[in-house]
């Protein structure tokens, strides 16, 4: 086999939250090997900007669609559309995700005896911002697999790629529900590893470090002089690389796991993220 990522070209892959910056930047590296997307997103717009761009700019047909992962007749009516066009599916990339304010505490931790701290800690969450962080991430990335992937494990060959986060290893503090989501994002990654392992079917995860992005930018920077945030600069201090990672950093991780090149890597997360889980802070 020639140790390149060409077995890639002429694919197609399913990608959700493609109207998102990591989406973005990944459409971009899988229309550069020859990859036609399918850009999903519950922002239409966005999806067909994204799909129009690199249809442009690589030549690759490619297409934006408006959906729902939490909506299993949107993505049924996808699912038609998709077939219809390109007649098969090859890849699944599960990237819709994201966090809300209502399940993110105030404060890091409570203070003892502090009950005044409590409605800005624990137990002041929102249930329902935290149900609905769980259902994105986690609801989010199920009910796609269940529609797109049985397409693959009936003609025996694709790739599932589910995206992970830092906190799934370890909980940051101040975001439990996204924390917790990510975590099962990985335990279910490694499941869905086993069950189809006989099929042909790999399913792997990324769980990207730290990236400046609109979801983040405003925890991690300071709106009005774009210095470091607390919180950001103690990010940087344990990500032994001393920066924030850029969408582009995720491309080659992404292609190598799409890739046959790894064919025999089944039920791994791998992190792309400068080196920050591998340090203990000292
Ligand atoms: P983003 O907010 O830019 O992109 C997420 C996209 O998902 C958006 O375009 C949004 O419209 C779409 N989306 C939201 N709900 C949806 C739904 N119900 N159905 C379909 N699409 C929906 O965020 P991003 O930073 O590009 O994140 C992409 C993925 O990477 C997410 O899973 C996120 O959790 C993960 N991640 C991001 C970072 C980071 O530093 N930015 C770090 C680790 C993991």
């Given at each position: 086999m020639k140790l390149d990522f060409s077995d890639l070209k002429n694919k197609v892959c399913i990608l959700t939250g493609g109207g998102g910056v990591l989406g973005a930047s990944m459409a971009e590296a899988l229309a550069s090997a020859g990859v036609k997307v399918v850009v999903i997103d519950l922002n239409k717009e966005a999806a067909v900007i994204v799909a129009d761009k690199i249809e442009k700019e690589y030549g690759v047909e490619s297409l934006g669609l408006g959906a729902n992962v939490l909506d299993k007749s949107s993505l049924l009516e996808a699912r038609e559309i998709i077939i219809d066009k390109f007649s098969k599916i090859d890849?699944?990339?599960?990237?819709?995700?994201?966090?809300?304010?209502?399940?993110?505490?105030?404060?890091?931790?409570?203070?003892?005896?502090?009950?005044?701290?409590?409605?800005?800690?624990?137990?002041?969450?929102?249930?329902?911002?935290?149900?609905?962080?769980?259902?994105?991430?986690?609801?989010?990335?199920?009910?796609p697999t269940m529609i797109f992937a049985d397409v693959m494990v009936?003609?025996?060959?694709?790739?599932?790629?589910?995206?992970?986060?830092?906190?799934?290893?370890?909980?940051?503090?101040?975001?439990?529900?996204?924390?917790?989501?990510?975590?099962?994002?990985?335990?279910?990654?490694?499941?869905?590893?086993?069950?189809f392992g006989k099929t042909g079917v790999r399913v792997n995860a990324i769980a990207p470090g730290f990236f400046l992005t609109n979801q983040n930018r405003f925890l991690l920077t300071d709106e009005k002089t774009g210095d470091l945030t607390p919180r950001g600069e103690k990010i940087i201090s344990s990500t032994p690389v001393g920066k924030f990672g850029e969408p582009k950093d995720l491309?080659?991780?992404?292609?190598?796991?799409?890739?046959?090149?790894?064919?025999?890597?089944?039920?791994?997360?791998?992190?792309?993220?400068?080196?920050?889980?591998?340090?203990?802070?000292?």
């Open positions: 890849i699944l990339i599960n990237a819709a995700g994201g966090n809300a304010p209502g399940a993110t505490t105030k404060i890091e931790q409570i203070e003892s005896g502090k009950s005044d701290d409590f409605s800005d800690g624990f137990f002041g969450l929102d249930i329902e911002s935290f149900r609905k962080v769980f259902d994105l991430n986690f609801i989010g990335t199920l009910i009936e003609r025996g060959s694709g790739v599932i790629l589910n995206i992970s986060s830092m906190n799934a290893f370890k909980p940051l503090t101040k975001i439990p529900a996204y924390s917790a989501a990510k975590a099962s994002i990985n335990n279910f990654t490694q499941w869905l590893a086993v069950h491309q080659g991780a992404l292609l190598f796991l799409l890739s046959d090149v790894s064919a025999f890597v089944n039920g791994v997360v791998l992190p792309v993220d400068g080196g920050y889980s591998a340090y203990g802070g000292v």
